[in-house]
């Protein structure tokens, strides 16, 4: 089984594993983000738009809210939900985002770093759409371990699909001329966030 069937399987189901506390963990999250009207959001990875009411409440009227996903069941499922026109919808890869260079104020990956089979190539094609000084955001509602023990216990074709450790996400950030700015790993949340710095993309 490829990896967008095993997604486009879970889709109708997908929504049923959301606790109270996960959305709350998310919303807290995308609050501390600090999101003006205005921005242009990617959300890579966005499953069934479980970000999207938390981002378009940032946003307001104003800016833009691209869905990404390569699964087209979850995407359907998000589309379903009649989202304000603020977003948008793409069904790509992350290795071949259909954006223009230096598009992006923030690309947020919630659910979706551990899933991506080359993380480099993923990093540097999100670099690509950010516009200096933009930002990344990766973002899970646990820790690095227990999301590790998780995918290993589920087995099968995610039972490899891992968060590194720190010292091995910096390199693989710094690769893609991005810089992490804070990194928090916890038993509630984990959270990283880098920045497109101007000095590497002149």
């Known amino acids: 089984m490829q990896l ?19 959305l709350k963990c998310l919303g807290n999250i995308v609050k501390k983000l600090g999101i003006k009207p205005g921005y242009y959001v990617l959300d890579i990875g966005s499953g069934t738009g479980v970000l999207l009411p938390f981002l378009i409440a940032e946003l307001g009227d104003e800016g833009k809210v691209v869905a990404l996903d ?47 089979n080359d993380k480099v190539k993923a990093l540097k094609e999100i670099a690509r759409v950010l516009r200096n000084n933009g930002r990344l955001v990766i973002c899970h509602t646990m820790s690095r371990e227990i999301l590790n023990r998780l995918h290993q216990s589920i087995g099968g074709i995610v039972a490899s699909d891992l968060l590194p450790d720190e010292s091995q996400l910096r390199g693989l950030i710094k690769q893609a001329g991005l810089k992490i700015t804070h990194f928090e790993d916890s038993p509630e949340r984990y959270l990283v966030i880098a920045e497109k710095s101007t000095l590497m993309f002149k």
Not at 7 to 14: H, I, S, V
Not at 92 to 114: G, M, Q, R, Y
């Open 70 to 116: 390569f699964s087209a069941e979850m995407l359907g499922q998000a589309q379903a939900k009649n989202f304000q026109p603020v977003v948008g919808f793409a069904q790509a890869d992350v290795l071949a985002i259909p954006l223009a260079d230096k598009s992006v104020d923030l690309a947020i990956c919630n659910s979706a770093f551990p899933h991506f």
């Open 4 to 22: 967008q069937e095993y997604f486009d399987q879970l889709a109708p189901t997908w929504d049923k594993e959301l606790t109270r506390e996960r």
